[in-house]
Nanobody, 124 residues
Framework: QVQLVESGGGLVQAGGSLRLSCAASGRTFSSYNMGWFRQAPGKEREFVAAISWSGSRSYYADSVKGRFTISRDNAKNTGYLQMNSLKPEDTAVYYC?????????????????WGQGTQVTVSS
């Protein structure tokens, strides 16, 4: 088992930046692929980005490509999501997730472990 705790959310103006962190504890974080998802009120959870266990491969939703960057520091058992040029439509609760074997990064049902989420609000 791995436990995940997100942090770094908050209120920011459009065009601003935030960096989310996902701190992992329990089993070896470096064994897990990691993803970020978000869910806005009344909408389904949607894929944002994912990164392989080694950090060598990353994947992005089209809506965030070029603005968001996913990364990880296995020595610190922490994953990150750097969000730049934020837009009001990025407003959502952001969740990090982890899974040992990843086939389809954008599918939330592939992930075994989830954090509690952190709220990101972008004002216009």
């Amino acid at each position: 088992q791995v436990q995940l705790v997100e942090s770094g959310g908050g209120l920011v103006q459009a065009g601003g930046s935030l960096r989310l962190s996902c701190a992992a504890s329990g089993r070896t974080f470096s064994s897990y692929n990691m993803g970020w998802f978000r869910q806005a009120p009344g909408k389904e959870r949607e894929f944002v980005a994912a990164i392989s266990w080694s950090g060598s491969r990353s994947y992005y939703a089209d809506s965030v490509k070029g603005r968001f960057t996913i990364s990880r520091d296995n020595a610190k058992n922490t994953g990150y999501l750097q969000m730049n040029s934020l837009k009001p439509e990025d407003t959502a609760v952001y969740y990090c997730a982890a899974v040992a074997a990843l086939v389809t990064p954008a599918r939330p049902d592939e992930y075994d472990h989830w954090g509690q989420g952190t709220q990101v609000t972008v004002s216009s």
